[in-house]
């Protein structure tokens, strides 16, 4: 499988310096994201000491380390870059995983994966300046995407106008499957959203 993770040469510097520090013989470095595909999303990067690595890592070996990449974690470490940059107070080790919180879809995937996706991927980031989210509710029978919104989008006046056009429009262009968006939110009620 072709490798989706960069780790810049900084970085594989500074983790190889750090690995020495270990004084471990065959010491690596392992690579996970613990509730993949979800908001909550967080990339880890951890000393794996021989043993320590799962059977099913995919194991990476660069020219100053060996990582190990966790297999449930790799689809969405796609395109995530490790990197390192110094500064006058040591430097710092960033991970930046784009696709850490993207549930990961395809054509074959179930309907709900590909609503979520497209609300994360596209329409999600457009709202979170405003302190809005929208999340999916449940999918129909009818292949009605029930959406309920949240955040800022909370009882304005204007939402059910932009909001829902933008998104309808948006959620029917990529999936054509889809009949319709419903919200079940009121948006007459300004004091909380409540779900049905």
């Known amino acids: 499988m072709s490798q989706s993770i960069q780790i810049t040469d900084s970085a594989q510097d500074y983790l190889a310096e750090l690995l020495e520090k270990q004084n471990v013989e065959g010491i690596a470095v392992r690579i996970f994201i613990t509730q993949p595909g979800t908001p909550y999303a967080e990339t880890c990067l951890a000393y794996c000491r021989p043993g320590e690595e799962e059977p099913t890592d995919e194991k990476l070996a660069l020219d100053k380390i060996t990582v ?9 470490l796609d395109e995530a870059v490790v990197d390192f940059n110094a500064d006058r107070m040591g430097g710092q080790l960033t991970i930046k995983a784009p696709n850490a919180k993207m549930p990961k ?6 309907l709900e994966d590909r609503v979520n996706y497209v609300l994360y991927s596209e329409i999600n980031p457009g ?12 999918m129909t029978e009818d292949s009605v995407a029930v ?37 079940i939110t009121d948006h007459t009620d300004t004091s909380q959203a409540y779900y049905r």
């Open 68 to 76: 190990f990449l966790d297999k449930n974690s790799l689809p969405f």
């Open 105 to 110: 879809v395809n054509a074959d995937s179930p």
């Open 127 to 138: 709202l979170a300046a405003h302190g809005g989210e929208i999340k999916l509710m449940q």
């Open 147 to 183: 959406l309920a919104f949240g955040g800022g989008c909370q009882g304005c006046s204007a939402v059910d106008l932009t909001l829902k056009d933008g998104v309808e429009k948006t959620l029917l262009e990529r999936i054509p499957e889809l009949t319709g968006i419903r919200d």
